[in-house]
């Protein structure tokens, strides 16, 4: 059977797998001449293999730009438990609240730093910008480094794409609006009191 086959038999992902023969753990049984992987069936046993990767785990990820949109990130929510049930993985969700342009977000500086640890298994986000609008390729590029599948349930466009880039670009008129205000009231104040320096 080909790796796909073998990894759902296993019970676990396919980059799972890859990882087990560049470790040495499990490696196939054969190459086919385009250098596919063959696994036999008969060698295979679950039993052995079950708990090898226990402590590496899949994490669902949903965000909304603001805390009035809570209704669409209890549906993203709801969306990737029941696609991550249906395949019976073992998984949590984290969600975070928050422009897809800001990258502190809690959650997804817990994510990262779990993918960087070694303790994620498989990424599964609903729109590839729930993760962020600008960056999210870097994020794709460390799992692959990290060997943690990315499963990405839709692949169009988000449906809020137009309202969510628009806040987007709100809050950053905003912040340079806030940053902009502040030094020149710092100025003001140099001109006020000699004394105090400009960006002091």
């Given at each position: 059977?080909?790796?796909?086959?073998?990894?759902?038999?296993?019970?676990?992902?396919?980059?799972?797998?890859?990882r087990?023969?560049?470790?040495?753990?499990?490696?196939?049984?054969?190459?086919?001449?385009?250098?596919?992987?063959?696994?036999?069936?008969?060698?295979?046993r679950?039993?052995?293999?079950?708990d090898?990767?226990?402590?590496?785990?899949?994490?669902?990820?949903?965000?909304?730009?603001?805390?009035?949109?809570?209704?669409?990130?209890?549906?993203?929510?709801r969306?990737?438990?029941?696609?991550?049930?249906?395949?019976g993985?073992?998984?949590?969700?984290?969600?975070?609240?928050?422009?897809?342009?800001?990258?502190?977000?809690?959650?997804?500086?817990?994510?990262?730093?779990?993918i960087?640890?070694?303790?994620?298994?498989?990424?599964?986000?609903?729109?590839?910008?729930?993760?962020?609008r600008?960056?999210?390729?870097?994020?794709?590029?460390?799992?692959?480094?990290?060997?943690?599948?990315?499963?990405?349930?839709?692949?169009?466009?988000?449906?809020?794409?137009?309202?969510?880039?628009?806040?987007?670009?709100?809050?950053?008129?905003?912040?340079?609006?806030?940053?902009?205000?502040?030094?020149?009231?710092?100025?003001?104040?140099?001109?006020?009191?000699?004394?105090?320096?400009?960006?002091?």
């Amino acid at each position: 059977m080909g790796i796909r086959e073998a990894a759902e038999f296993l019970g676990v992902s396919s980059s799972t797998l890859r990882r087990w023969e560049h470790e040495g753990k499990l490696l196939p049984d054969e190459r086919t001449t385009g250098g596919y992987r063959r696994y036999d069936l008969a060698r295979l046993r679950p039993e052995e293999f079950h708990d090898a990767d226990s402590g590496r785990r899949t994490v669902g990820y949903a965000r909304v730009s603001s805390h009035d949109q809570k209704d669409d990130l209890e549906r993203q929510k709801r969306g990737l438990e029941l696609y991550c049930a249906r395949q019976g993985w073992t998984f949590e969700i984290v969600a975070d609240r928050g422009s897809a342009m800001h990258s502190l977000k809690s959650g997804l500086k817990r994510l990262l730093n779990d993918i960087l640890a070694d303790r994620i298994d498989r990424l599964v986000i609903a729109h590839k910008d729930r993760l962020l609008r600008f960056g999210a390729e870097l994020v794709f590029a460390i799992c692959e480094a990290k060997q943690v599948e990315v499963v990405i349930l839709n692949q169009g466009e988000d449906m809020t794409f137009e309202e969510e880039s628009a806040q987007d670009v709100l809050e950053m008129i905003s912040v340079f609006r806030a940053r902009l205000h502040g030094s020149r009231s710092r100025k003001n104040q140099a001109v006020t009191h000699p004394g105090l320096k400009a960006g002091s």
